[in-house]
Protein backbone atom coordinates (compact mmCIF):
# COMPACT_ATOMS: atom_id res chain seq x y z
CA UNK A 1 0.00 0.00 0.00
CA UNK A 2 1.15 3.44 -0.27
CA UNK A 3 2.95 5.37 2.64
CA UNK A 4 0.30 8.32 4.13
CA UNK A 5 1.14 11.34 3.31
CA UNK A 6 3.15 13.08 6.14
CA UNK A 7 2.07 16.90 5.56
CA UNK A 8 -1.08 16.55 6.54
CA UNK A 9 -2.28 17.43 2.47
CA UNK A 10 -5.22 15.13 1.56
CA UNK A 11 -6.08 13.82 -1.62
CA UNK A 12 -9.21 14.53 -3.95
CA UNK A 13 -10.52 10.82 -2.55
CA UNK A 14 -11.70 9.83 1.11
CA UNK A 15 -9.39 7.11 2.30
CA UNK A 16 -10.65 3.73 1.57
CA UNK A 17 -10.17 1.32 4.03
CA UNK A 18 -9.11 -2.23 2.97
CA UNK A 19 -12.44 -4.36 3.79
CA UNK A 20 -12.57 -7.81 5.66
CA UNK A 21 -12.71 -10.75 2.63
CA UNK A 22 -13.91 -14.03 3.04
CA UNK A 23 -12.36 -16.20 0.47
CA UNK A 24 -14.57 -19.16 0.28
CA UNK A 25 -13.84 -22.28 -1.22
CA UNK A 26 -16.19 -25.26 -2.49
CA UNK A 27 -15.85 -27.19 0.28
CA UNK A 28 -17.78 -25.97 3.13
CA UNK A 29 -16.32 -28.18 5.70
CA UNK A 30 -14.95 -26.32 8.55
CA UNK A 31 -11.09 -26.17 8.73
CA UNK A 32 -9.18 -27.37 11.21
CA UNK A 33 -7.06 -24.25 13.54
CA UNK A 34 -3.78 -24.03 12.26
CA UNK A 35 -0.87 -24.91 14.79
CA UNK A 36 0.17 -22.08 17.48
CA UNK A 37 3.08 -19.81 16.11
CA UNK A 38 2.44 -20.18 12.41
CA UNK A 39 0.25 -18.55 9.60
CA UNK A 40 -2.22 -20.35 8.52
CA UNK A 41 -2.30 -20.35 4.58
CA UNK A 42 -5.61 -19.06 4.26
CA UNK A 43 -4.82 -16.21 5.65
CA UNK A 44 -1.81 -15.49 4.25
CA UNK A 45 -3.56 -15.78 0.81
CA UNK A 46 -5.91 -13.10 2.25
CA UNK A 47 -3.39 -10.77 3.17
CA UNK A 48 -2.22 -11.10 -0.94
CA UNK A 49 -5.40 -10.48 -2.44
CA UNK A 50 -6.34 -7.12 0.21
CA UNK A 51 -2.64 -5.49 -0.91
CA UNK A 52 -3.49 -6.29 -5.00
CA UNK A 53 -6.90 -5.02 -4.16
CA UNK A 54 -5.26 -2.02 -2.82
CA UNK A 55 -2.61 -1.19 -5.53
CA UNK A 56 -5.66 -1.33 -7.95
CA UNK A 57 -7.39 1.20 -6.26
CA UNK A 58 -4.29 3.60 -5.94
CA UNK A 59 -2.98 2.88 -9.62
CA UNK A 60 -6.21 2.34 -11.49
CA UNK A 61 -9.31 3.89 -9.78
CA UNK A 62 -8.05 7.56 -10.24
CA UNK A 63 -8.23 6.96 -14.09
CA UNK A 64 -11.84 5.11 -14.16
CA UNK A 65 -13.70 7.66 -11.48
CA UNK A 66 -14.79 11.33 -13.27
CA UNK A 67 -13.82 14.39 -10.71
CA UNK A 68 -15.48 17.77 -10.44
CA UNK A 69 -13.19 20.07 -12.48
CA UNK A 70 -11.00 22.76 -10.41
CA UNK A 71 -11.66 26.47 -11.37
CA UNK A 72 -9.77 28.02 -13.92
CA UNK A 73 -6.75 29.91 -12.13
CA UNK A 74 -7.17 33.50 -12.32
CA UNK A 75 -4.89 36.02 -13.87
CA UNK A 76 -3.89 39.32 -12.37
CA UNK A 77 -4.84 41.17 -14.99
CA UNK A 78 -8.71 42.21 -15.21
CA UNK A 79 -8.61 42.70 -19.26
CA UNK A 80 -8.62 39.14 -19.84
CA UNK A 81 -11.58 37.82 -21.04
CA UNK A 82 -13.19 34.24 -21.96
CA UNK A 83 -14.36 34.34 -25.23
CA UNK A 84 -16.87 31.82 -24.50
CA UNK A 85 -18.77 34.46 -22.31
CA UNK A 86 -18.42 37.46 -25.63
CA UNK A 87 -15.56 39.27 -23.41
CA UNK A 88 -16.56 38.59 -19.87
CA UNK A 89 -13.62 38.58 -17.37
CA UNK A 90 -11.99 34.54 -17.22
CA UNK A 91 -12.30 33.28 -13.48
CA UNK A 92 -9.28 34.09 -11.71
CA UNK A 93 -7.71 31.28 -9.79
CA UNK A 94 -9.03 30.74 -6.44
CA UNK A 95 -7.53 28.96 -3.35
CA UNK A 96 -5.00 26.24 -4.50
CA UNK A 97 -7.40 23.51 -5.94
CA UNK A 98 -5.88 21.42 -3.11
CA UNK A 99 -7.39 22.99 -1.05
CA UNK A 100 -11.32 23.36 -1.70
CA UNK A 101 -13.60 20.75 -1.19
CA UNK A 102 -14.65 19.18 -4.21
CA UNK A 103 -18.50 20.43 -3.44
CA UNK A 104 -17.51 24.15 -2.80
CA UNK A 105 -15.35 23.84 -6.12
CA UNK A 106 -19.01 22.86 -7.99
CA UNK A 107 -20.44 25.27 -6.01
CA UNK A 108 -18.46 28.36 -7.15
CA UNK A 109 -18.81 26.99 -10.94
CA UNK A 110 -22.36 27.30 -10.65
CA UNK A 111 -21.91 30.76 -9.03
CA UNK A 112 -19.30 31.77 -11.84
CA UNK A 113 -21.69 30.54 -15.03
CA UNK A 114 -24.38 32.24 -13.65
CA UNK A 115 -22.08 35.59 -13.33
CA UNK A 116 -21.06 35.07 -17.05
CA UNK A 117 -25.04 34.40 -18.43
CA UNK A 118 -25.75 38.02 -16.66
CA UNK A 119 -22.75 39.42 -18.16
CA UNK A 120 -23.30 38.04 -21.52
CA UNK A 121 -26.92 39.54 -21.33
CA UNK A 122 -25.13 42.91 -20.47
CA UNK A 123 -22.87 42.94 -23.09
CA UNK A 124 -25.71 42.70 -25.84
CA UNK A 125 -27.74 44.58 -24.13
CA UNK A 126 -25.17 47.75 -23.73
CA UNK A 127 -24.46 46.68 -28.00
CA UNK A 128 -27.94 47.49 -28.77
CA UNK A 129 -28.08 50.68 -26.82
CA UNK A 130 -25.18 51.81 -28.49
CA UNK A 131 -26.75 50.96 -31.84
CA UNK A 132 -29.36 53.06 -30.55
CA UNK A 133 -27.42 56.03 -29.64
CA UNK A 134 -27.75 55.72 -26.21
CA UNK A 135 -24.72 58.20 -25.34
CA UNK A 136 -27.02 60.87 -27.12
CA UNK A 137 -29.77 60.46 -24.47
CA UNK A 138 -28.95 58.43 -21.84
CA UNK A 139 -24.81 58.93 -21.27
CA UNK A 140 -25.42 59.48 -17.54
CA UNK A 141 -27.34 56.48 -16.91
CA UNK A 142 -25.51 54.38 -19.68
CA UNK A 143 -21.91 55.92 -17.78
CA UNK A 144 -23.42 54.47 -13.73
CA UNK A 145 -24.47 51.11 -15.52
CA UNK A 146 -20.28 50.89 -16.78
CA UNK A 147 -19.11 51.79 -13.30
CA UNK A 148 -20.93 49.16 -11.95
CA UNK A 149 -20.45 46.28 -14.23
CA UNK A 150 -16.99 47.35 -13.65
CA UNK A 151 -17.30 46.85 -9.71
CA UNK A 152 -18.92 43.09 -11.22
CA UNK A 153 -15.65 42.26 -13.21
CA UNK A 154 -13.85 43.66 -9.82
CA UNK A 155 -15.67 40.91 -7.64
CA UNK A 156 -15.87 38.31 -10.62
CA UNK A 157 -11.36 38.68 -10.95
CA UNK A 158 -11.48 38.04 -6.98
CA UNK A 159 -13.73 34.81 -7.75
CA UNK A 160 -16.58 36.20 -5.50
CA UNK A 161 -19.00 35.28 -7.68
CA UNK A 162 -22.17 35.81 -5.77
CA UNK A 163 -20.83 39.77 -5.51
CA UNK A 164 -20.17 39.84 -9.07
CA UNK A 165 -23.89 38.28 -9.67
CA UNK A 166 -25.50 41.34 -8.27
CA UNK A 167 -23.02 43.91 -9.44
CA UNK A 168 -23.80 42.24 -12.95
CA UNK A 169 -27.79 42.06 -12.40
CA UNK A 170 -27.79 45.83 -11.11
CA UNK A 171 -25.88 47.18 -14.07
CA UNK A 172 -28.52 44.71 -16.50
CA UNK A 173 -31.49 46.42 -14.80
CA UNK A 174 -30.16 49.92 -15.44
CA UNK A 175 -29.31 48.53 -18.68
CA UNK A 176 -32.72 47.44 -18.85
CA UNK A 177 -34.36 50.60 -17.32
CA UNK A 178 -32.42 52.44 -20.50
CA UNK A 179 -34.05 49.77 -23.13
CA UNK A 180 -37.11 50.51 -21.87
CA UNK A 181 -36.71 54.29 -21.88
CA UNK A 182 -36.09 54.16 -25.29
CA UNK A 183 -39.39 54.42 -26.82
CA UNK A 184 -40.57 56.86 -25.07
CA UNK A 185 -36.84 59.14 -25.96
CA UNK A 186 -37.86 58.15 -29.81
CA UNK A 187 -41.63 59.45 -29.02
CA UNK A 188 -40.67 62.41 -27.28
CA UNK A 189 -38.05 63.03 -30.26
CA UNK A 190 -40.99 62.61 -32.92
CA UNK A 191 -43.13 64.94 -31.38
CA UNK A 192 -40.37 67.44 -31.24
CA UNK A 193 -39.86 67.31 -34.67
CA UNK A 194 -43.32 67.58 -35.37
CA UNK A 195 -43.57 70.52 -33.23
CA UNK A 196 -40.74 72.08 -34.86
CA UNK A 197 -42.10 71.58 -37.88
CA UNK A 198 -45.44 73.64 -37.36
CA UNK A 199 -43.00 75.98 -36.09
CA UNK A 200 -40.83 76.78 -39.04
CA UNK A 201 -38.03 75.47 -37.07
CA UNK A 202 -35.92 73.37 -39.64
CA UNK A 203 -32.87 73.25 -37.31
CA UNK A 204 -34.66 72.13 -34.69
CA UNK A 205 -36.53 69.87 -36.56
CA UNK A 206 -33.72 67.99 -38.25
CA UNK A 207 -31.92 67.16 -34.85
CA UNK A 208 -34.87 66.11 -33.32
CA UNK A 209 -35.63 63.38 -36.54
CA UNK A 210 -31.46 62.50 -36.51
CA UNK A 211 -31.90 61.55 -33.09
CA UNK A 212 -34.98 59.62 -33.70
CA UNK A 213 -33.74 58.18 -36.47
CA UNK A 214 -30.57 57.33 -34.49
CA UNK A 215 -32.46 55.50 -32.00
CA UNK A 216 -35.12 53.77 -34.19
CA UNK A 217 -32.53 53.74 -37.25
CA UNK A 218 -35.12 53.47 -40.38
CA UNK A 219 -37.95 54.67 -38.65
CA UNK A 220 -40.61 56.17 -41.44
CA UNK A 221 -42.16 58.73 -39.32
CA UNK A 222 -38.49 59.90 -38.99
CA UNK A 223 -37.46 59.76 -42.35
CA UNK A 224 -40.65 61.23 -43.14
CA UNK A 225 -39.74 64.26 -40.98
CA UNK A 226 -36.43 64.50 -42.34
CA UNK A 227 -37.47 64.77 -45.96
CA UNK A 228 -40.08 67.66 -44.09
CA UNK A 229 -37.52 69.56 -42.68
CA UNK A 230 -34.82 69.79 -45.84
CA UNK A 231 -37.29 71.53 -48.00
CA UNK A 232 -39.56 73.57 -44.67
CA UNK A 233 -37.87 76.80 -45.78
CA UNK A 234 -39.01 76.62 -49.73
CA UNK A 235 -42.47 75.51 -48.43
CA UNK A 236 -42.83 78.33 -46.06
CA UNK A 237 -41.81 80.75 -48.91
CA UNK A 238 -44.09 78.75 -51.23
CA UNK A 239 -46.71 79.51 -48.35
CA UNK A 240 -46.02 83.57 -47.63
CA UNK A 241 -45.77 84.49 -51.44
CA UNK A 242 -49.20 82.44 -51.42
CA UNK A 243 -50.89 84.30 -48.70
CA UNK A 244 -49.53 87.23 -50.44
CA UNK A 245 -51.18 86.70 -53.42
CA UNK A 246 -54.66 85.55 -51.57
CA UNK A 247 -54.33 89.07 -49.47
CA UNK A 248 -54.31 90.79 -53.09
CA UNK A 249 -57.60 89.05 -54.54
CA UNK A 250 -55.09 86.83 -56.68
CA UNK A 251 -56.89 83.34 -56.04
CA UNK A 252 -55.62 81.26 -58.51
CA UNK A 253 -52.24 82.50 -58.40
CA UNK A 254 -52.08 81.64 -54.63
CA UNK A 255 -53.57 77.92 -54.91
CA UNK A 256 -50.96 77.44 -57.67
CA UNK A 257 -48.28 78.17 -55.14
CA UNK A 258 -49.44 76.07 -52.60
CA UNK A 259 -49.86 73.40 -54.95
CA UNK A 260 -46.22 73.96 -55.58
CA UNK A 261 -45.31 73.80 -51.62
CA UNK A 262 -47.33 70.50 -51.18
CA UNK A 263 -45.39 69.19 -54.50
CA UNK A 264 -42.30 69.53 -51.70
CA UNK A 265 -44.36 68.29 -48.71
CA UNK A 266 -47.49 66.98 -49.34
CA UNK A 267 -47.78 66.32 -45.30
CA UNK A 268 -47.62 69.77 -44.65
CA UNK A 269 -50.58 71.03 -42.46
CA UNK A 270 -50.19 74.29 -42.92
CA UNK A 271 -50.58 74.41 -46.66
CA UNK A 272 -52.94 71.76 -47.07
CA UNK A 273 -55.52 74.12 -44.62
CA UNK A 274 -54.57 77.08 -47.10
CA UNK A 275 -55.18 74.91 -50.03
CA UNK A 276 -58.87 74.52 -48.93
CA UNK A 277 -59.26 78.00 -47.46
CA UNK A 278 -58.16 79.11 -50.94
CA UNK A 279 -60.83 76.43 -52.34
CA UNK A 280 -63.59 77.95 -50.37
CA UNK A 281 -62.70 81.15 -50.87
CA UNK A 282 -62.69 80.11 -55.06
CA UNK A 283 -65.72 77.88 -55.04
CA UNK A 284 -67.55 81.01 -53.38
CA UNK A 285 -66.28 83.16 -55.63
CA UNK A 286 -67.26 81.38 -58.94
CA UNK A 287 -70.58 80.65 -56.94
CA UNK A 288 -71.67 84.76 -56.94
CA UNK A 289 -69.87 85.01 -60.58
CA UNK A 290 -72.59 82.38 -61.83
CA UNK A 291 -75.54 83.75 -59.65
CA UNK A 292 -74.65 87.25 -60.92
CA UNK A 293 -74.47 86.01 -64.39
CA UNK A 294 -77.52 84.29 -64.49
CA UNK A 295 -79.65 87.13 -63.46
CA UNK A 296 -77.81 89.32 -65.69
CA UNK A 297 -78.45 87.28 -68.33
CA UNK A 298 -82.61 87.24 -67.20
CA UNK A 299 -82.43 90.65 -67.24
CA UNK A 300 -81.62 90.59 -70.89
CA UNK A 301 -84.14 88.23 -71.22
CA UNK A 302 -80.92 85.66 -72.42
CA UNK A 303 -83.21 82.44 -71.09
CA UNK A 304 -80.54 79.70 -71.69
CA UNK A 305 -77.58 81.90 -70.97
CA UNK A 306 -79.40 82.59 -67.64
CA UNK A 307 -79.98 78.86 -67.11
CA UNK A 308 -76.58 77.65 -68.24
CA UNK A 309 -75.59 79.91 -65.62
CA UNK A 310 -77.34 79.19 -62.27
CA UNK A 311 -76.72 75.05 -63.43
CA UNK A 312 -73.54 76.37 -63.18
CA UNK A 313 -73.67 77.48 -59.68
CA UNK A 314 -75.67 74.32 -58.44
CA UNK A 315 -72.96 72.52 -59.87
CA UNK A 316 -70.52 74.52 -57.70
CA UNK A 317 -72.90 74.14 -54.52
CA UNK A 318 -75.49 71.43 -54.72
CA UNK A 319 -78.80 72.55 -53.85
CA UNK A 320 -77.77 76.05 -53.51
CA UNK A 321 -81.59 77.86 -52.79
CA UNK A 322 -79.89 81.39 -54.59
CA UNK A 323 -79.38 78.73 -57.63
CA UNK A 324 -82.70 76.99 -57.34
CA UNK A 325 -84.44 79.99 -57.11
CA UNK A 326 -83.10 81.94 -60.79
CA UNK A 327 -83.72 78.66 -62.35
CA UNK A 328 -87.07 78.66 -60.93
CA UNK A 329 -87.71 82.45 -62.33
CA UNK A 330 -85.87 81.50 -65.65
CA UNK A 331 -88.45 78.80 -66.08
CA UNK A 332 -91.44 81.20 -65.09
CA UNK A 333 -89.77 83.78 -67.71
CA UNK A 334 -89.42 81.63 -70.28
CA UNK A 335 -92.80 80.61 -69.58
CA UNK A 336 -93.87 84.19 -69.84
CA UNK A 337 -92.24 85.09 -72.87
CA UNK A 338 -93.67 81.92 -74.65
CA UNK A 339 -97.25 82.68 -73.54
CA UNK A 340 -96.12 86.48 -74.35
CA UNK A 341 -95.48 85.24 -77.66
CA UNK A 342 -98.24 83.42 -78.41
CA UNK A 343 -100.47 86.21 -77.03
CA UNK A 344 -98.87 88.37 -79.67
CA UNK A 345 -98.76 86.14 -82.46
CA UNK A 346 -102.69 85.67 -81.71
CA UNK A 347 -103.50 89.20 -81.89
CA UNK A 348 -101.19 89.92 -85.09
CA UNK A 349 -103.46 87.43 -86.69
CA UNK A 350 -106.80 89.12 -85.07
CA UNK A 351 -105.74 93.00 -86.25
CA UNK A 352 -104.84 91.08 -89.61
CA UNK A 353 -108.21 89.36 -89.47
CA UNK A 354 -106.51 85.84 -89.85
CA UNK A 355 -108.67 84.57 -87.75
CA UNK A 356 -107.79 80.55 -87.75
CA UNK A 357 -104.32 81.67 -87.10
CA UNK A 358 -105.53 83.58 -84.44
CA UNK A 359 -107.19 80.40 -82.99
CA UNK A 360 -104.58 78.40 -83.38
CA UNK A 361 -102.09 81.10 -81.04
CA UNK A 362 -105.17 81.20 -78.52
CA UNK A 363 -104.80 77.62 -78.34
CA UNK A 364 -101.13 77.79 -78.01
CA UNK A 365 -101.31 79.79 -75.07
CA UNK A 366 -103.64 77.98 -73.01
CA UNK A 367 -101.52 74.64 -73.39
CA UNK A 368 -98.57 76.67 -71.95
CA UNK A 369 -101.19 77.88 -69.30
CA UNK A 370 -105.19 76.46 -69.09
CA UNK A 371 -106.04 79.16 -66.91
CA UNK A 372 -105.19 81.85 -69.15
CA UNK A 373 -108.65 83.92 -69.31
CA UNK A 374 -107.18 86.07 -72.48
CA UNK A 375 -106.77 83.12 -74.60
CA UNK A 376 -109.61 81.10 -73.38
CA UNK A 377 -111.52 84.70 -74.54
CA UNK A 378 -109.29 85.35 -77.44
CA UNK A 379 -110.16 81.43 -78.65
CA UNK A 380 -113.22 81.51 -78.40
CA UNK A 381 -113.53 84.95 -80.01
CA UNK A 382 -111.10 83.76 -82.80
CA UNK A 383 -112.86 80.82 -83.52
CA UNK A 384 -116.62 82.62 -84.36
CA UNK A 385 -115.27 85.33 -86.31
CA UNK A 386 -113.27 82.45 -88.43
CA UNK A 387 -116.72 80.71 -88.89
CA UNK A 388 -118.23 84.39 -89.62
CA UNK A 389 -115.59 85.05 -92.20
CA UNK A 390 -115.96 81.74 -93.94
CA UNK A 391 -119.63 81.97 -94.42
CA UNK A 392 -119.57 85.55 -95.67
CA UNK A 393 -117.22 84.61 -98.01
CA UNK A 394 -118.44 81.17 -98.93
CA UNK A 395 -121.43 83.39 -99.52
CA UNK A 396 -119.98 86.36 -101.28
CA UNK A 397 -118.61 83.85 -103.89
CA UNK A 398 -121.67 82.15 -104.80
CA UNK A 399 -124.19 85.19 -105.40
CA UNK A 400 -125.65 83.83 -108.56
CA UNK A 401 -127.52 81.97 -106.06
CA UNK A 402 -129.16 84.37 -104.09
CA UNK A 403 -131.71 83.94 -106.66
CA UNK A 404 -132.88 80.88 -104.68
CA UNK A 405 -135.14 82.08 -102.01
CA UNK A 406 -133.58 79.82 -99.24
CA UNK A 407 -130.08 80.30 -100.28
CA UNK A 408 -131.44 84.67 -100.66
CA UNK A 409 -133.06 84.22 -96.37
CA UNK A 410 -129.82 82.42 -95.48
CA UNK A 411 -127.63 85.21 -97.01
CA UNK A 412 -129.77 88.01 -95.43
CA UNK A 413 -129.36 86.62 -91.73
CA UNK A 414 -125.60 86.14 -92.57
CA UNK A 415 -125.22 90.01 -92.94
CA UNK A 416 -127.65 90.47 -89.98
CA UNK A 417 -125.13 88.53 -87.72
CA UNK A 418 -121.94 89.65 -89.31
CA UNK A 419 -123.31 93.25 -88.88
CA UNK A 420 -123.26 92.45 -84.96
CA UNK A 421 -119.45 91.14 -85.05
CA UNK A 422 -117.20 93.16 -82.99
CA UNK A 423 -114.73 94.22 -83.61
CA UNK A 424 -115.60 96.13 -87.29
CA UNK A 425 -112.47 95.33 -89.07
CA UNK A 426 -112.08 96.64 -92.57
CA UNK A 427 -112.16 92.95 -93.86
CA UNK A 428 -115.37 92.41 -92.13
CA UNK A 429 -117.04 96.04 -93.53
CA UNK A 430 -115.59 95.19 -97.06
CA UNK A 431 -117.68 91.93 -96.74
CA UNK A 432 -120.92 93.40 -95.02
CA UNK A 433 -120.92 96.04 -97.92
CA UNK A 434 -120.34 93.01 -100.84
CA UNK A 435 -123.09 91.13 -99.28
CA UNK A 436 -125.78 93.90 -98.70
CA UNK A 437 -125.32 94.72 -102.35
CA UNK A 438 -125.37 91.33 -103.44
CA UNK A 439 -128.16 90.91 -101.65
CA UNK A 440 -130.10 94.25 -102.89
CA UNK A 441 -129.10 93.58 -106.17
CA UNK A 442 -130.67 89.53 -106.07
CA UNK A 443 -134.02 91.28 -104.46
CA UNK A 444 -134.97 93.45 -107.75
CA UNK A 445 -135.94 90.89 -110.85
CA UNK A 446 -134.51 92.25 -114.57
CA UNK A 447 -135.97 91.33 -118.25
CA UNK A 448 -134.89 88.89 -119.64
CA UNK A 449 -135.39 87.66 -123.32
CA UNK A 450 -135.65 84.47 -124.76
CA UNK A 451 -135.96 82.91 -128.07
CA UNK A 452 -136.80 79.41 -129.23
CA UNK A 453 -138.01 77.46 -132.66
CA UNK A 454 -141.65 77.39 -131.90
CA UNK A 455 -141.23 73.41 -131.63
CA UNK A 456 -139.14 72.87 -128.62
CA UNK A 457 -140.96 72.77 -125.40
CA UNK A 458 -138.95 75.35 -123.16
CA UNK A 459 -138.63 75.31 -118.93
CA UNK A 460 -137.17 77.70 -116.92
CA UNK A 461 -136.21 75.21 -113.73
CA UNK A 462 -137.56 76.36 -110.47
CA UNK A 463 -139.30 79.38 -112.41
CA UNK A 464 -141.31 78.38 -114.65
CA UNK A 465 -142.70 75.61 -117.86
CA UNK A 466 -143.03 78.43 -120.99
CA UNK A 467 -144.04 75.76 -123.42
CA UNK A 468 -143.27 76.53 -127.23
CA UNK A 469 -142.44 79.59 -128.32
CA UNK A 470 -140.13 81.91 -130.66
CA UNK A 471 -139.72 84.70 -128.26
CA UNK A 472 -140.47 85.43 -124.89
CA UNK A 473 -139.40 87.83 -122.09
CA UNK A 474 -139.06 87.12 -118.22
CA UNK A 475 -138.36 89.00 -115.19
CA UNK A 476 -135.73 87.46 -113.15
CA UNK A 477 -133.66 88.17 -110.50
CA UNK A 478 -130.11 88.27 -110.70
CA UNK A 479 -128.46 85.10 -110.40
CA UNK A 480 -128.12 81.52 -111.81
CA UNK A 481 -130.37 79.90 -114.36
CA UNK A 482 -130.86 76.62 -116.17
CA UNK A 483 -133.27 76.43 -119.10
CA UNK A 484 -134.31 72.86 -120.41
CA UNK A 485 -136.09 72.29 -123.72
CA UNK A 486 -137.47 69.30 -125.56
CA UNK A 487 -139.18 68.38 -128.70
CA UNK A 488 -139.91 64.76 -130.09
CA UNK A 489 -137.56 62.87 -132.39
CA UNK A 490 -134.69 65.45 -131.06
CA UNK A 491 -131.72 64.99 -128.40
CA UNK A 492 -133.24 67.28 -125.22
CA UNK A 493 -130.83 70.36 -124.87
CA UNK A 494 -129.91 72.17 -121.12
CA UNK A 495 -128.47 75.98 -121.32
CA UNK A 496 -127.35 77.51 -118.27
CA UNK A 497 -127.19 81.33 -118.19
CA UNK A 498 -127.01 84.21 -115.65
CA UNK A 499 -128.33 87.53 -114.93
CA UNK A 500 -127.01 90.56 -113.74
CA UNK A 501 -128.60 93.09 -112.53
CA UNK A 502 -128.86 94.88 -116.14
CA UNK A 503 -129.42 91.63 -117.30
CA UNK A 504 -127.63 89.51 -120.10
CA UNK A 505 -126.01 90.18 -122.58
CA UNK A 506 -127.94 88.86 -125.46
CA UNK A 507 -131.26 87.21 -125.86
CA UNK A 508 -131.24 83.24 -124.03
CA UNK A 509 -132.15 80.75 -127.14
CA UNK A 510 -133.69 77.23 -126.11
CA UNK A 511 -134.38 74.92 -129.10
CA UNK A 512 -133.84 70.65 -130.06
CA UNK A 513 -131.94 71.10 -133.53
CA UNK A 514 -130.34 67.35 -133.29
CA UNK A 515 -132.46 64.68 -134.41
CA UNK A 516 -132.18 61.18 -132.48
Not at 464 to 481: D, I, M, Q, S
Amino acid sequence: MPEPRQDGARDDFDTIRPADVRLSTTDTTPTTAPPAGRMPVGVLLALVALLVLGALVVLVLPDRVSVPERPAPVTAAPEATDPATNGAPRAAAGPAADTVPPFRQLELERQRDAAQEILGRMLELQESLEARAVERWGAEAMEAARATAAEGDERFLEQDYEAAQARYREALEALQALDARAGAVLEQALADGASALEAGDAARATEAFELADAVDPGNPRAGAGLARAAVLDEVRAELDAARRAADAGELDGALERVEAALALDAASPRARSLREELRARIEERNFQQALSDGYGALGAARFEAARRAFERALGLRSGAPEAREGLRIVEQEVLAARIADARAAAEAAEREERWEAAGEHYADALELDPTLAFARDGRARARARAELDAALEETLAATEQLNDPVVFAEARALLDRAQDAEPRTPRLARQLEALEGALAVAAEPVPVQLRSDGETTVTVLRVAELGRFETRELALKPGAYVATGTRVGYRDVRVEFRVTAEGTEAPVTVQCTQRI
